[in-house]
């Protein structure tokens, strides 16, 4: 509902698009990676981790673009002198306004003694417009920034859960290569043994002494 300038407006807009294109990112990745999460907690196949490593890699850096943003925004509600640098139309006023003061008080004229007041509060008029846009947007973005972050918790968690199951996995199939391995020795102790005593058993049935 503020009457904004035009360099400002252009920013709503530039942010507006911004925002939209992040939700929008967002629900998609929300919407595929949970229930790929929920496949991959029942079984592990090799399509399903596939699927999620890519899905993992767009996570990434859709968070890291939104990271950038926020912190960007974050950096200039910071400092008062950007955000009113921010502000084109007032900025080149303001110079102009100098300038005239400037040459008031040259000319040993009151009149630029007159408006210390109301530069100082237009100045805090036209920082205010800016930090309100720039906090809502910053806003805005925070509120992407933690679905994002919660799906990449959600994520992690489930590589966790599928590493367990892959090493217990892993130890079953160890056990039985140890269980097949003590089989074949016994097999071949066994076939050791009969072809001891075949050779050995004469004729009549008795041992050779």
Do not use: W
């Amino acid at each position: 509902n503020m009457d904004l300038p035009f360099e400002l407006k252009a920013l709503e807009i530039c942010l507006d698009e911004l925002a939209l294109d992040f939700d929008q990112r967002a629900t998609e990745l929300e919407a595929t990676i949970k229930p790929a999460i929920e496949r991959l907690a029942k079984v592990v196949r090799v399509q399903a981790l596939d699927q999620m490593r890519r899905l993992k890699t767009r996570l990434v850096a859709l968070s890291t673009q939104v990271t950038m943003v926020c912190t960007a925004l974050e950096e200039l509600l910071e400092d008062e002198d950007d955000m009113f640098n921010m502000h084109l139309s007032a900025k080149e006023q303001r110079e102009a306004d100098l300038r005239r003061i400037s040459v008031a008080i040259s000319e040993d004229s009151e009149e630029g003694y007159s408006s210390d007041g109301s530069h100082s509060s237009d100045h805090s008029i036209q920082v205010s417009q800016v930090e309100m846009l720039l906090e809502a947007y910053f806003m805005h973005f925070d509120s992407i920034n933690n679905r994002l972050q919660d799906l990449t918790e959600n994520v992690t968690d489930t590589e966790g859960l599928v590493n367990i199951k892959l090493d217990a996995h892993q130890n079953r199939l160890l056990s039985t290569d140890l269980m097949a391995a003590g089989i074949n020795s016994i097999n071949y102790f066994v076939t050791g043994i009969t072809g001891f005593f075949a050779m050995n058993i004469l004729p009549g049935g008795s041992l050779l002494a």
